[in-house]
């Protein structure tokens, strides 16, 4: 199970946590003994995880880091491990607490209690989910059987796409890039199993590898299924093929990062012409959204050539493939447990070189979290988020704006024009700090006890409805697109806004007891980065008012282009794993907002320690100075370790360079570094060539 529904929202920070693909049939006996292991936070910056006998100047992710995997070894039910695993973990716990209070089939529970605690309940009842098997897919299968011509699919295509079911593209809405104001219908790519497009067209041992083990999951899903060996081996033969054609008319990851390449409004005659085999208009009814005039079509070489494919593929090998997508998009833990295993054996095992399943009880926190997520979220702020916090958070994200504003009257390479125009889309920027105003109504969502597949697929159908509710009316400021528990944040270029859900306002990233310096380092260094998104080689390209407008002079973007090239070839030297590179160009946007993120950081560091007339050469317990601290700090967001297949399939899939690398690639471009920890200039980690952009 690899298929979520996608929406481009584009700058993500980071990814603390585990897959739902994994997870062991435990009780709640187990929940209890696990309720033990529940990690403590780490204060603000942690000695123990330093590995002092390093040189600073030649590795600063071993010095500020090197211990920290020894205290906090990759657990057997995790792909890699690292300082936001920690909070990540801490947050379930606390989700699991709240959601063990009102688990209970009790009349007087809210009905938002009755939801979450409902929904989690059915998730752990594996007896009931056993006893069920397949039985609630019946009538979709059922469907798909009945299909006697293409002609019929575009009802099931619509039916699919409301339940997240990943058949052969993507659907949704978004707000108009040229114009934030609006939102818009969108259809993209997608429909394929792997986790990318390359997966099915890179040449090599592993990718062949990867492939093979693909086919043999395919195949043995339809044995459990009920089919006979040879005709499962050869129906997945059949739907590898069907999604490498597809793959190959897919767009590359990184070419997609570029908004102008996936931007092609038209009318839906047009989206008609370039793939007459469904029927669009009747589609957008059948999703609940008539009257759809104009949308956006991603990338319309996909629809042409899926157009190709509809036409030249037999319907039996559709039905075959429909099948699969089906089984593969329905989430694993609602199935019985010979499917789960055999999912985890290859999304977890093969993809991510992960040992064993999570725990029952974590991966149904997260599936609430998932369904439920501001139902639940509402009541986690209330235990969890102390309203200090939030304050506190508010001026640091003002102080990192204002560092911001003065760092654009330093730069030397951008003219005052284009200067006028940054500070203007600087000063729109939304601020979200923790949770939103208003609270999602899920009033209208039915949650059943005892049906693992139907509330999943209710609770999905609920939040697409809701999304495609939007197309035609006006954009919701106030939306989040996270839940207030996840221990991540984001920048969206369309809002122009930048979110720090609750779960990512915790020690060690924002300590009320660390020093400031500590903090700055941390959550500052956090703040900056997703401001700098605003500005990295993605949201340069929007105003600020969210659209894509060029507000740069053509010398300004030059000049801009020719230093994130340096970043490119920066980060594309470092090696991942075995022969693989990181990919420069898919990273990007990410490191031009660590090392953004952290010059923004410094200087509002410098300017509250001279506002608090700190002595920046007074050294800690430790024997740092603060500016130490600071460096310290930030390299110890990223303390960690990743298993190798986990690596591979980062460096292929995500826009995040590797946390080592997150750590030297920004620490080397900072001349501040080295003169406070006092490295030569040529040491690694103060090289001749640093690159710099913002
Ligand atoms: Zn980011």
Redo the contacts with the bound molecule.
Sequence with gaps: MMTKKKKRIL???ILAGASLTAGSIAAKAQAAADAEKNPKLPGGLDKQFMDTGADPCVNFAQYACGNFTKIYPIPADMAGYGSGSIVFEHTEYAMHSLLEKVAANDPSRTPNEQKTGDFYATCMDTDAIQAAGLKPLQPELDRIAGLKSKSELTDLLAHFQLINVNALFSYGEQQDFKDARKQIAVVDQGGLGLPERDYYLRTGEAAEKTRQQYVQHITNVFKLMGEPEDKAASDAQKIMQLETALAKVSMDITSQRDPKNVYHPMPVSQLAGLAPEIAWTNFFERTGVPGVTDLNVANPDFFKGLNSLLQSTDLDTIKTYLRWQLINSTPSYTLPTAFDEEDFNFFGRDLRGQPQQRARWKRCVQATDGALGEALGQVYVKAYFPAESKAKTVQMVHDIEGAMDARIDTLTWMSPETKVKAKEKLHMVADKIGYPDHWRDYSALKIVRGDAIGNATRAVEFENRRELAKIGKPVDRGEWGMSAPTVNA??NPSMNDINFPAGILQAPFFDPDATDAENYGHVGAIVG??LT?GFDDQGRQFDGNGNLADWWTPDDAKKFEAMTDCEVKEYGNFTAVDDVKVNGKLTL??NT?DNGGLRLAYMAFLADAKRKSIDLTAKDANGFTPTQEFFLAYGQNWCGSIRPQQVRLQVQTDP?SPRQFRIIGVVQNMPEFGKAFGCKPGQPMMPENACHVW
């Design positions: 700058s993500i920070l984001y920048y980065h997703e998104h946007g990410e907002a995040h």
